[in-house]
């Protein structure tokens, strides 16, 4: 089984909702203050009035929700980086320990440790659906959204990361 075609779409649904996020910040910068700031102040004044208010009944609505929907993308951001970094081994470990016992131990502490990980990963998965299915119709308050999208990061964290604790049990050795 490679998972380097997973580890693929998962960079790419990252960088894309780090690219919408940063577009969304910049959008809300130019309507705060072009387009609500300098436009408005010329439309008072006679000058542009027609594009000041062509781009407040059109643009300046999206610059509301460009407040809220960054932060509720930078938790995709955040839960999709730390999957590719475990795939990477970029997480913080703390190995010295287990080096210093026996081989057998030390993959007898392994196997416990990522048994327990995978414990507390089923457990989030599930309470994570369970939270969605009460509560993710809900919309945000800024976008005509359901939170059901932004939380359902939390169960396809959970099930990216089972995937890469369990892969190293499934996969021959550079396979995975």
């Known amino acids: 089984m490679r998972l380097s075609i997973l580890d693929r779409i998962v960079a790419v649904v990252a960088g894309s909702a780090l690219v919408i996020s940063a577009s969304m910040l910049l959008m809300n910068v130019v309507n705060r203050y072009a387009i609500q700031g300098w436009l408005r102040e010329w439309a008072q004044d006679g000058t542009l009035t027609g594009l000041y208010t062509f781009l407040s009944r059109h643009v300046s609505p999206l610059g509301s929700m460009a407040d809220e929907v960054p932060g509720l993308l930078l938790v995709w951001i955040a839960y999709l980086g730390a999957y590719l970094a475990l795939r990477d081994g970029g997480h913080i470990a703390f190995e010295m320990v287990v080096e210093k016992l026996p081989a057998k131990l030390a993959r007898l502490m392994s196997a416990l440790s990522s048994t327990l990980v995978l414990?507390?990963?089923?457990?989030?998965?599930?309470?994570?659906?369970?939270?969605?299915?009460?509560?993710?119709?809900?919309?945000?308050?800024?976008?005509?959204?359901?939170?059901?999208?932004?939380?359902?990061?939390?169960?396809?964290?959970?099930?990216?990361?089972?995937?890469?604790?369990?892969?190293?049990?499934?996969?021959?050795?550079?396979?995975?």
């Open 119 to 176: 414990v507390f990963l089923a457990m989030l998965f599930y309470q994570s659906v369970r939270m969605i299915i009460i509560d993710g119709a809900t919309e945000i308050e800024t976008a005509e959204l359901g939170q059901g999208w932004f939380m359902s990061a939390i169960p396809i964290f959970a099930a990216l990361m089972i995937i890469g604790v369990a892969s190293p049990w499934f996969c021959k050795k550079g396979e995975h």
